[in-house]
């Protein structure tokens, strides 16, 4: 049986300040345990992420990209959600479009509160990517 | 069925009593049977005008391209508007740029055309059709085409070389008009809506994904899709790291301030990130009018990345481009009741 | 622009960090990178010498800005950023790269970890390549205060603020202020009255002349941000004017309508005109509308015809009044745990099965059966009483996961009160553990088990139901391995608590976090327990977790000290990381105009233009925008771009 080691996921992970990347923090102080290939880049809110952010990294040989934000209703800028959610649709269904794996893209919801699921979120979708493998679809060539 | 006759005379009568700097129509072009844009000024032109299956360029365009060359000279438009001939999809594109500001309601005057039972030719579908030989003319003649061939006449119907875009418009008449000529007939339904768009996504993500990368690999990045759309009417593209509109406000921070998103040698990655992101920025304001599809060089299937957007914006937002002039805009908006299942 | 000087100061945090991140790689990772100047590394860089340090080597080395990989930037970014200042640099200059919480703590592998800590502090480093120094935005602050809720917590902080010479609106639901507090008979350790010790303080609020009372009233909407919010207040109209109400009780003995009566938790009935205690403040009569039958003559008109004092006003209309404050207490209090969720302990369904509070209504001498224990089903002194304490608490799988914390203490309380009362009656208590920590709390637990000889039984009651005019009580005591069943004449639940459905409201409508039991969230749970994330709100009482009555005054004279420092500066730093437009890219399409969620934008001249005091830098705007012409600064799409780069570097 061969003994190599799974896939490794690289993944970006834009954390809304007030929630996703309290979230996390709470985790940490926690000390709940989940893989390490998410690198966190919080920004003021999820309505901050453009649908840029999400091509670039995939660009730049992300294997997943996450944005997590407020739960719907508890945006500290009232709605910076609701414009993501609809952004962020509409960027995941262009990805599907074209045959990018579903899996790869991934929104989720985690409050302040939510230290155990920011880490599931996380265990999660390093789990649904493993089987994928490298990204490299939207890859640039010249990034090895 | 709409009379040439009065389109022309409108023209010459707008032109003549100075009701119009300039009227935006279709003339024959100098290449066989094909319409070309013509930006006419003085009345004498206007029997120049025509109309028929060949007039399939959004002319919009030059709407924009006016502004920019006034703004250029430092001008202002100067009381009276442009007027232009507008088909359905090509009035809602004036709306969605109205929308954006980009002019003001009483700079157009729209001369609506109804596509009425028809639409545009597809010049593919007509060469295969026609079989090599060339036409000369082409006429619209109730569900008919006419053409006219060195073989004689030939009688088409519409439906078999009309442009996809065509056969599955939802709204062939020009809503917002001055002036309209021809018959509204919203709701005939010659296809589905995005009939070629379910054709293409019936495939599985593998196939989709293969068809994809043939098609972003063939993208040489000329950049006609951009050039041709009404909407890309930005004097910069984000994707952009070639051209740079350098005006007196540019400070050095702005100039240094570049982010190259792509990069500019047409590799696939570079493409793709290209394509999706003007798919992006279409969202919401792309009006189907197919000119990016048939502009490009390579026959890439530019149009239903847009159709894309635009049929989730119609089935989860209920949202329809160039509505109307006051409407919401797709991505600056929200309802409640947006899909989030998606979201974790 | 020339090179920045960058220095990067990585922080072990004693093994916090250094356990799972190799520190000195980190470090030495850093010093590659094209900016950095200067690295260090130090057991606890916000330790004195660590800060000092950081101090003196932005000046030995000429750095123009620094990163600290440490915690998380709630906690030190502000102690690192005074230390930029100290160093004569730009406090914006100075970003955190948050390697402990969001890395050394959650990932064991040594390897892995440090990975992704030198991935974190690259991103960071290019993010501060381009921080531009900026100024604080300096705001004038409104010298006022809104405190919402009039139960215990908030009528302390009111006055507190009050005395400190800050007008404050005190906004209550009810008709009357009091709270929770005002329905507890006596309170432990030392059985003092209740309302002896609360009414004054009432009396108080109302005739401050720095307090502004505003009852029957509920916060509908609030904007703006620390130092200058505007709040709008829906006050429900009680058709009654106050000022006339003479309390004389002539309505309530010619009111034809009967409802239950809510103070009393539904132990016994009111009027529709009804005063939901005798000593409310403001003291008058309140026309509940819900149940009147028409305010109008000639549907009734009983109440207006007997009103000698000419108070009552059918016309009375609600009044929305939008009120501008410098800070916010949120004081909204607890409800109980809905019975109903409870099938195992009656469901609410069985008679004689009450709430801890209804007991206290029961037992207060103001009460329904004045303060004679009677059970309501047949108004007999039980002689059997179980009181059951975790009712709905401690119990993960089924209810709320939380210790309530002040059951063990008034079930005890409770116990002593009933065998006070009916000295030949029998006291039950189930229980889990006792958790008396508290001044003099242990010896009133103690006393009640030996002194008055109440029966403590170790273990939880599976189910109870009603047989033969009792309530027959099924559990276990888990100190002998026996189950035991009881007849009892009555049964008290000390049930959960949980955050009232008021604070649920009030925390999306003030946008402030809740904790995953629904209780406000506080901003840290040691440092800042009684700030929320948001700046200018502040949190008392109940509605942050459970509490029983000193520890909520605490914390209600903490908020209070709170706002009045913050209300005590003359004007406040507001962060300028705001929007910026990029004029000549701006295209004036006017989406950004549209996303704004705070109204700040507006085309002027066929360009977007930034309202500097509405923008809350969002960046709602920069993501909308096709052309990147605004950025809210400092967190530019260019930043964003070059961070995602070192992250997948």
Request: proline letters at 4%; aromatic letters at 6%; charged letters at 25%.
């Amino acid at each position: 049986m061969s003994d190599q080691q799974p896939y490794e996921p690289k993944i970006v992970a834009f954390l809304c300040k007030w929630c996703s990347s309290a979230g996390s923090d709470l985790a940490g102080v926690s000390r709940i345990q989940y893989p390490a290939n998410a690198t966190p880049i919080t920004v003021p809110c999820t309505g901050a992420v453009s649908p840029m952010y999400i091509m670039s990294a995939f660009n730049k040989g992300a294997d997943g990209v996450l944005v997590s934000g407020c739960h719907i209703g508890d945006c500290h800028y009232l709605e910076g959600n609701y414009l993501a959610r609809r952004k962020m649709y509409l960027i995941m269904k262009l990805l599907e479009f074209i045959g990018v794996e579903q899996n790869r893209f991934r929104m989720s919801w985690v409050s302040a509160a939510e230290g155990a699921k920011f880490a599931q979120v996380i265990t999660d979708f390093v789990g649904d990517l493993r089987p994928l493998g490298p990204q490299d679809k939207l890859k640039r060539a010249e990034i090895k | 069925m709409i009379n040439l006759k009065d389109i022309r005379e409108t023209a010459r009568d707008m032109l003549a009593k100075g009701e119009a700097r300039a009227v935006i129509g279709y003339r024959r072009g100098s290449r066989g049977m094909l319409a070309e844009p013509a930006f006419l000024t003085k009345p004498e032109e206007a029997d120049e005008l025509v109309w028929d299956p060949t007039c399939f360029h959004n002319l919009s365009l030059y709407l924009v391209h006016d502004r920019k060359h006034l703004a250029h000279a430092g001008k202002n438009s100067g009381g009276a508007p442009v007027a232009i001939i507008a088909k359905g999809c090509d009035a809602r594109s004036i709306v969605v740029l109205m929308q954006e500001h980009y002019f003001k309601r009483e700079d157009v005057y729209i001369i609506g055309v109804s596509c009425e039972g028809t639409g545009v030719v597809d010049e593919r579908k007509l060469a295969t059709h026609l079989n090599g030989v060339q036409a000369s003319n082409a006429a619209f003649d109730g569900d008919d085409f006419v053409f006219t061939t060195a073989e004689g006449e030939k009688r088409i119907p519409a439906r078999e070389v009309m442009a996809d875009r065509c056969l599955e418009c939802r709204s062939p008449y020009p809503k917002e008009h001055n002036l309209v000529f021809g018959e509204d007939k919203t709701g005939r339904q010659l296809e589905a809506p995005f009939a070629a768009l379910d054709r293409f996504e019936a495939q599985g993500a593998g196939e989709r994904w293969e068809n994809w990368a043939r098609h972003f690999d063939r993208c040489i990045r000329c950049f006609a899709c951009r050039s041709v759309c009404p909407m890309c009417y930005c004097d910069e593209c984000v994707v952009d790291s070639i051209t740079f509109p350098v005006t007196t406000e540019t400070t050095a921070d702005e100039k240094a301030s570049r982010i190259r998103w792509i990069e500019r040698s047409a590799a696939r990655s570079e493409n793709i990130t290209y394509l999706m992101t003007r798919a992006m920025h279409l969202a919401g304001r792309c009006t189907d009018c197919g000119e990016c599809d048939r502009a490009c060089p390579v026959n890439v299937p530019i149009r239903l990345l847009n159709n894309k957007m635009e049929k989730e914006a119609r089935e989860q937002f209920g949202f329809e481009p160039g509505a109307s002039i006051g409407g919401p805009s797709l991505v600056a908006s929200f309802l409640d009741k947006d899909p989030g299942e998606f979201i974790r | 622009m020339s090179k920045k000087r960058t220095g990067v100061f990585v922080c072990h945090c004693g093994t916090n960090i250094a356990a799972t991140v190799d520190v000195a790689k980190v470090a030495r990772e850093m010093s590659g990178e094209d900016t950095v100047a200067f690295t260090q590394e130090y057991v606890y860089m916000c330790s004195e010498p660590g800060q000092e340090s950081v101090v003196q080597s932005i000046k030995d080395n000429k750095l123009d800005s620094i990163v600290v990989t440490c915690c998380s930037p709630n906690l030190h970014e502000k102690t690192f950023r005074d230390n930029a200042q100290r160093a004569g640099i730009n406090n914006f200059t100075c970003e955190i790269a948050n390697i402990r919480e969001q890395c050394s703590w959650v990932h064991a592998d040594k390897a892995k970890g440090t990975e992704k800590a030198i991935k974190i502090s690259r991103s960071v480093v290019r993010r501060v390549n381009r921080n531009l120094p900026m100024d604080a935005v300096k705001v004038a602050v409104t010298r006022r205060a809104m405190v919402i809720g009039g139960g215990i917590a908030g009528i302390q902080a009111a006055l507190d603020i009050a005395n400190a010479g800050i007008e404050v609106i005190l906004v209550e639901k009810q008709a009357t202020i009091g709270g929770r507090m005002l329905q507890l008979s006596e309170t432990f350790p030392t059985l003092d009255c209740s309302q002896c010790v609360l009414s004054p303080k009432m009396v108080e609020v109302n005739r401050h002349p720095n307090i502004r009372l505003m009852t029957y009233s509920e916060v509908k909407e609030v904007a703006g941000s620390v130092g200058n919010f505007r709040v709008k207040v829906h006050k429900r109209s009680s058709f009654v004017d106050p000022d006339k109400c003479k309390i004389c009780d002539h309505c309530t003995e010619v009111c034809p309508v009967v409802v239950p009566n809510e103070y009393e938790l539904g132990l016994t009935s009111r009027r529709a005109i009804y005063i939901p205690y005798a000593q409310a403040i403001p003291a008058s009569f309140t026309l509940d509308e819900d149940a009147c039958l028409g305010l109008n003559p000639i549907r009734c008109g009983k109440c207006k015809d007997v009103c000698e004092a000419g108070a009552i006003d059918y016309d009375m209309r609600p009044v929305t009044t939008t009120e501008e404050v410098g800070a916010i207490v949120v004081a909204t209090g607890f409800d109980l745990y809905g019975p109903e969720n409870m099938p195992e302990l009656g469901g609410g369904r069985v008679e004689d099965v009450l709430d801890g509070l209804q007991f206290e209504r029961l037992i207060s001498a103001s009460g329904a059966t004045k303060g004679h224990i009677l059970r309501p089903s047949d108004h007999k002194e039980p002689k059997d009483v179980v009181f059951i304490q975790c009712a709905g608490s401690r119990d993960p799988a089924k209810h709320c996961a939380y210790c309530s914390k002040i059951c063990c203490m008034y079930t005890a309380k409770h116990a002593r009160l009933y065998k006070k009362h009916v000295p030949d009656g029998r006291a039950y208590v189930f229980y889990i553990d006792i958790r008396s920590g508290g001044k003099g709390y242990e010896e009133f637990v103690q006393r009640t088990m030996e002194d008055d000889d109440t029966l403590y039984l170790r273990g939880r009651v599976s189910k109870l139901y009603r047989k033969g005019g009792k309530v027959r009580v099924m559990g276990t005591d888990t100190l002998t391995g026996q189950n035991v069943e009881i007849d009892a004449d009555m049964v008290v639940l000390a049930l959960a608590m949980t955050p009232s459905k008021g604070t649920m409201e009030i925390a999306k409508t003030l946008k402030i976090g809740r904790d995953k039991d629904g209780f406000l969230a506080e901003a840290h749970p040691k440092l800042r327990p009684v700030e929320s994330v948001t700046g200018g709100i502040y949190l008392a009482g109940a509605a942050q977790a459970p509490k029983d009555i000193p520890e909520t005054v605490a914390q209600a004279g903490a908020a209070a000290a709170k706002v009045i420092a913050l209300l005590s500066q003359a004007t406040l730093s507001r962060s300028p990381l705001i929007a910026k437009v990029r004029r000549s890219h701006c295209t004036g399409c006017g989406m950004c105009v549209e996303a704004c969620p705070f109204i700040a934008i507006r085309l002027e001249g066929g360009k977007a233009v930034v309202n500097e005091a509405l923008c809350e830098g969002c960046g709602s705007c920069s993501a909308t925008c096709l052309r990147a012409a605004i950025d809210v600064k400092n967190v530019t799409q260019m930043q964003i771009h070059e961070m995602i780069e070192a992250c997948l570097a």
